[in-house]
Structure formats: C-alpha cells, structure tokens
C-alpha cells in the first residue's frame, strides 16, 4: 500500500504546496518544514521526509503520532526536528498546521532582543505576541536543533498561545489553525520584519514608531487569514508540480516496491 | 449576457495588465487593486472581483456605481474596500485610474511621519504632495481597511488633489489621468521610498539631501507620464496571460452559465 | 532599404544585447539607453530609438550624426536625451560606447555628495574618478532631462576624461573604449554602490573603509576589462531574442514598407 | 581523447553543478570558481577553463597539478588565479574542494575590519575563524588577483586551517572536506553576511548581539553539512545544462578535433 493512500488527496496537496510556497517565497531554504494536523485522526500529522522542500512531493510525506514516531515511514528517513510539530500539536489544540522556518530577515530579530512589533496591517498577528525561545535556557552546547522530545515540549512552552515564536540564532515556529494561516503568517512575517527593520532606520535616532495599537490588533488579527492569497499561491505551486509529477512518478512507485 | 461585453476590450485589457504589472514588480502582494473610470459612463468605475491580483482576466472585473455599488456581480465577490476607489473618483473628476498597494517600502515610511520627498526625476510627483492618511483621526479599533464610504470620504479628503496618499500601517493609494500615471507612479513611488531610504543612511547625520526643487518638480512633473513604460509592461502582462486565458475560459464561461 | 542594413550584423546585435543586458541586471529600468560608434564612421553613432529598453531589437536602432541629427529615422522616434551619446562622443575620441541609465543605487549618491569610491576590484575605475553633474550649475528649473547639445556638452566637460559620471536626481553616464567596458563599468558600478552603502554602514560611526589605493587603482583598472562576462551576457541577451525575432520580423518588416 | 574522459563523470558533473549552484545564488558573478580534488589522485585537481561560471560544462573543466600548471589544456585558457586552488591544495591535505568567489556581501566586510561572527546555525564554521587576507601585507600596487604561486602560498597560510578566509576588496575563498561543504558554506557565508549587517543595524547603539558561543559552534559546525540542500541544488542545475548539452556537444567535440 502507499504511505500516502490512507490520506485525502486535499490534505497531501496542501502540505506539498505549502512546502513549494515557502521555497518561493524564499521563506524556507534548503530546511524547513511544514506539517498539518491529520483530518481524519487529531492524535497524528503530517510531515516531509527529510529532504529539501522546493522537492517535496505527496510521495515523501510521512504521518506521526504526536510523540513523532512515525507510522508509515517504509525506509524514509524523518526529520531531526520533527518533534517541534509534534509537541506544539499536543500542547495546542486549535492548532492543526505548523511551519519551522529559516526566514532571513527574522533571524537578526532573535539575536539582538529586539521585539518584532505589529505595524502592518496583513502581520497584525505579530501584535499577540512573538516570544523568544532562547534554547540555552534549557540545554547548553546544542547544535540549535530542536531534536528531541523535552526540547520540543520546551518550545511548545515558550510559544504559549502565540500565533509565533522566534527561535534563537536559528529562525521561527509558525502556527495556525489552518495552513492558509501558518503559511501566510511565516510568508508576513518576515515581510514585517523587513518593513520593521527599515522603519527603525528611518525614525533613528527618535526611535518613534506608530504601531499598531491593542484595539488595531484586536480588529485586525482575525480579519487578515489570508483566504484571498493562499488558492493563488496554493494553485501555482501544484501547477509548478504537475509537469514533474507527471513524469517521475512511476519510476518513484517502482524503486519503493523494491524496498 | 457576459458581465464584461458592455464594456471595450481595450480598457478592460487595461485594467487586467495594470494587476499584472504591478504583481510582477512586487508592488502588490496578493492584496492591492487597480480600478479604472469608464470611458463610456463616467458615473461608473471598473475593478476586479475578490480574487488575488495576479490571476485576475477580464471574467473577474466588475462595474460599479460611484456608492461603489455593483452593477453587474452575477454572484461575484465585491473587495471590502471599493469605497477607495468610488469616492475619489467622486471627489477627483480628473482622476480616471486609482490604485491600492502595499508597496513595501512605502508602509515604513507611514509609521514614522517621515515625508516621502522628491529626489528621482521619475517620481518627481512626489514634490505635488503625498499625505498621510492616519484612520485613526476617523475610527478608533478598526481593523485599518477602508471598508466603507465614510472612511473612503475621509481618505479623499486627505488625498485632496495630490497623485497619492500615504496610508498608515496599511499602504498608499496612487491616482492618475490615465492607467499609465495610476500605474507608473505606484512602480516609482515605491523606488522612490527606496532610494530615499538609502540617501538618508548616506547622509546620516548632516541629514542633508539634495531633494528636487520646486521649479524642477514643476518641470517634471508633467513630461514623466510613463508613456514608454506602460505599453512595455502591458504588453508583457498580456502576453503572459494569453495561453492560460485560452485554455480556461471556456470552463469558466460554462461555469457561469450554470448561476 | 532596411534602416540597418548599412550596419554590420554585428555592432547592431552588440547594442540590441546592451540593453537587454542592462534591463536583465536592472541597470535600466523603461527608459536608459546604449550607443555606440559606428566602425564605418566615427563621425556616426548608433542608438535606439524611442522605446522601452527590454524590447529593442535591431530594427529600433537608428543612425546620428555626432550633433545628435538622425540620418536615418525613417519615421521612428528618437530619444529626448541623445545629446548625450552625442557631445560625448564629440568630446572623448577614445570612447566607442556610452550607457545611460537610473543605476538605482547611485542615484542616492548623487543627492548626498557622498563621492563613490572604489573598494571592490572589478570596479577600480571608479578610482579613476566618477565626477558629479549638477544641471542646476547650468540651468534652473529644468525636467532634470540632457534634452540639448548645450545640456550634453556640459556633461561631457563635467565627464572630463572619466569612466563615468553621475547625474543628481537622475542617474549616470558610464563609457568605455568597447562595449564590453561600457555594460561592464554599469553593472559593478550600482554593485559597487551597494557595497559602498554597506560598508559604510558596518563602519560607523569610525567611518574607516580601506579603499582600494593608487597604486592599486592604477594597476585594477585596466586589467578589469570584463572580456569574461561580456559574452556570456551578450550571447544569453540574443538568445532570448531569437524566437521573438523569428516571428515578428516579417510582420514588422512590411508595417515599414508601408509607411 | 577528450581531456574529460580520463575522470569520472561523478566528480565532473559535481564540479560543473558547483559553478551553476553558485551563479544561481548570486554568490559568484560572471567570475568566481569552483575546483575538487581529484579522486585518483589526490596531487591533482579540476577547475574549469577561463570562461563564465554560469556556462561552465564538463569540456571546460582542466586537470592541474598542485603546482597549478594545466595537464590536459589542449589550447583552453587556464584562470589566472588558479594559484589559489593548488597553494590551498598543498597546504590542506583535508580539503578536496575550494570555492573563491565575489561573494557581495562579504567584501564590505573585508574592507571594514569588522569580523563576520557566528549567528545562524547553518553558519556555525564561521566560529571556526574566518580570517582576513589583505594583500597589501605581501605585495604593493597588485590588481588584487592572486596570480602567482607566492601569493597563492601566502593566502594558503592567511587561511590556516580555517573554514574560509576574506580576501580584502575582492571577494573570499571557502574550502570544504568535500563540495558539498565548500558551495554550502559559501551560500550560507553570504547570508549570514546579510544577517549580521541587519542584527548591527538593529542592535545599534548597545552593539550587543547573542552571537552562538563556543560550545554551540563545536557541536553545530560538523551537523551543517549541507547534506540536503546539496543534491537539490546540483539535480536542479544539471536538470538546467541537459538541453543545452544536448545540442552543443557534437559541435564543440568537433571544433576541438580541429587544433
């Protein structure tokens, strides 16, 4: 049997194109991952095999239960950091779609102290807060890799029920309670932190900014869910596929027969 | 009878490059919208349904009444805020094309009141004026979107008769005589904010830059009308959507039909 | 007769891949544009006419006398600052290519009287001097545009025997000895620009930046021909050409009979 | 006999996918190369012919020895600063492939004294020490290349057995225990350049940022081996040269027969 054929076609296509968005958006490198709740069974998700995003395909994604052990993996290698998704599903139940991300311009945030604050309207979310998860505060010496149960109980901690955390020296955890939201809120995020990082320059040395305020938040952040943004995203990326699909699929099923 | 065949191919070609182009020079993200007045009822503007900017095709573009009333939906999505686009034209009789960006190096400039000046002969409109419009001078908690005619009043108001406005924490709109201006001076306005930007890290700390002058704004203002751009820009948008409107258009006319 | 069929195929398809080259590094945007001399006669020189950069093909190119008079327009529109290509040429005997475009990190240079200089090897001739152009100097109130032989033998005197020369609130003008040197100097020098912003930006408040020196100016520049890169642009340029060539010259070719 | 044939396709296509990756990330322009070790023998290595990296295939790549003088030229133009491969070669019996590039980012730190520190995990070598070779220690009024053996040992020496070394005004080289390792850390030696010029800029007055200490550099550094994102990044690059080969190979394996 597929690992794949025990899951709607919808769930798997959103995952892979949710994986092909980020790469375009240059939101994820050659890392990074995005997983999402199984509809059929809330004690399992959804996640990529270990292998570079801008490739994922429905055939390399595997399902976990929320400890992370996979259960249909078939000799597919998983990801070391599979348990920042697993945790963050057990301590968060509205959640049903996780993004661990390397996005460039939030890095330097989770370096310096300085706090992402909300000030455009599509990243309102930033305005429930953005914690840090200083890794140090649990382990010392590590590689920065979230690679065990406790380190991810301990992120899971730290995120609260925020919409997103920062991770230090290393990138970001974005949630949702669909994938529309934790892609489009990783797409914004690093979008208001360019946005925010030029209007620090700009107000030097006032450091005046107009943020968004609480009431601004409040109005904004359930408003802005991206519904508009991810079909087009969504569609573009399956199209990018197709093609490719079309024709390696059949030599992919058989290498995996052999197995 | 097609929503669109009251309307002349060309302008509604217009409209759907103009989305296009400005997708393509990232000056609108999956938001932001281009309307045009109708050159047969000038009570009337034209502006796509709610869908992202990059697919939308002369099936999408809705007519409206200045109450920015729908005359044509046929069940289509009106955007939340039309009432930017009806109540300048109602308060502008020059204007017959207004954009909505997020043009991303506008908004910093928006949460800092610091002024977008003139200092690129091809923006040099920017010396007529672009105010800033702050929502919260008109409504307290809002979710910053001008999703109704007062608020649109209100932004006509502070735009007054200047190419554009500043929006805080949201974007700017940009208006024209024609398509070409509306669109030229939103691509220029946001590599303006840009070279401003790094004009004043330059000049940090004497500050001083060597804006254009009031005899030079008046003197450029009026020849850069983006007549050699525009054809360029529109004709590669339509290039690029000719073979997918080819193949979709008649499953989508069908799918009408069945309203 | 075709307006260039008295040109060698190849300094046309020189000048075509110049601008191509420049649009695809975002040296020109719409507007900007590349001449060079003609091989038959120096008292000549060849540059498009009036259109957008990305889309001139060789049938765009028209022939000037060194006072900027088209020889043989045959109708085509030529552009308002071909003045220019022409007093430069007039003035710099040694000089067979001229560029001139919106650099768009230059451009901040010339509105801050930060002089440009030179710290990466592949632009060293900017230590041979990059003088600034003010046309205030010259005119008041101007469209800031070279529209005139007056305006262009100014900037030439102004150019004096560099390789380039920046123009405030409007860009640049780079030369060079072949058409290899002009595109080349244009694309390191915007590079150049942005490592400059950037290092002075790491270097502050101290300010101290170890520039290329004399010695090393005077033995970089000439090496750095870029004889390299010139025909890997050049031959990528004509090769995205050809297909659109194929198909629309015959089509062109009559419009033009016709006239 | 093709001067390829007496090497292993593998090794080849790694080199020739190397200069591709590369281009494609911005990380070297039309100059810049990549070179391995050979695997038949370790007193030799591979770099391609003077030619533009990002039209670099297999008929390009020359086999030197450690002394840099070519084996197989067969009339093909070796790079002037092919120096720097053998000199490094010789000195570090680990490395088995060098990477010099223009990296843009990088050389306005090496023209400003301030040290690139580690910040992002998939950065971590550069707690390894990223010294700086200033040339101006070892010859006067040079053109900045390192076109001889002298300099090529001097520069060897400068990088001891770090990970990569900034060459001051020009641009770096990066070395690695296999490619995978040298393109890795010269795509993540770029961007954490640009991070750690974003983290001053925020971190600025205090200066203070949490750079990765110690340990986490000793247990971070070997994990980044850039084992995922390198066979993506070669299959896409090769994926891009197939056509290409296609069709030129007959009429280049001709033109050499010819000398």
Redesign the interface.
Same mark, same amino acid.
């Given at each position: 049997m597929s690992p794949t054929s025990s899951q709607p076609i919808s769930q798997i296509e959103d995952i892979v194109a949710g994986y092909r968005v980020l790469a375009a958006h240059g939101i994820i490198?050659?890392?990074g991952h995005v997983s999402v709740r199984s509809q059929f069974d809330p004690e399992t998700y959804l996640l990529a095999r270990?292998?570079?995003p801008?490739?994922v395909t429905a055939d390399d994604i595997i399902t976990y239960d929320l400890d992370s052990n996979p259960l249909d993996a078939e000799g597919r290698d998983s990801v070391k950091e599979r348990f920042i998704h697993g945790e963050i599903y057990k301590a968060r139940p509205d959640v049903t779609s996780v993004v661990h991300n390397?996005s460039?311009?939030v890095?330097?945030? @989770?370096?310096?102290?300085?706090q992402l604050r909300p000030?455009?309207? !599509?990243a309102?979310f930033i305005g429930q807060g953005v914690p840090l998860f200083e890794i140090?505060d649990f382990a010392?010496?590590?590689?920065?890799?979230v690679s065990n149960p406790t380190l991810g109980a301990r992120l899971a901690t730290v995120l609260g029920d925020a919409p997103a955390a920062l991770m230090?020296?290393?990138g970001a955890v974005v949630v949702g309670e669909n994938i529309a939201r934790s892609i489009g809120r990783s797409v914004y995020l690093e979008?208001s932190a360019?946005?925010?990082?030029?209007?620090?320059?700009?107000?030097?040395p006032s450091g005046?900014?107009?943020?968004?305020?609480e009431?601004?938040v409040?109005? @904004?952040a359930p408003?802005?869910d991206?519904y508009?943004?991810w079909? !087009?995203?969504r569609?573009?990326a399956l199209a990018g596929l197709k093609s490719a699909r079309g024709t390696s699929k059949g030599k992919k099923a058989k290498g995996k027969s052999r197995k």
């Open positions: 490198d050659a890392y270990s292998v570079a801008e490739i390397h460039p311009t890095v330097p945030f @989770s370096v310096t102290g300085i000030l455009f309207h !599509m309102a140090r010392r010496d590590t590689d920065l890799l230090r020296g290393h979008l360019k946005m925010q990082l030029q209007a620090m320059a700009l107000a030097w005046e900014i107009n943020w968004l305020d009431g601004e409040r109005a @904004s408003v802005q991206y508009r943004a079909p !087009m995203w569609d573009k």
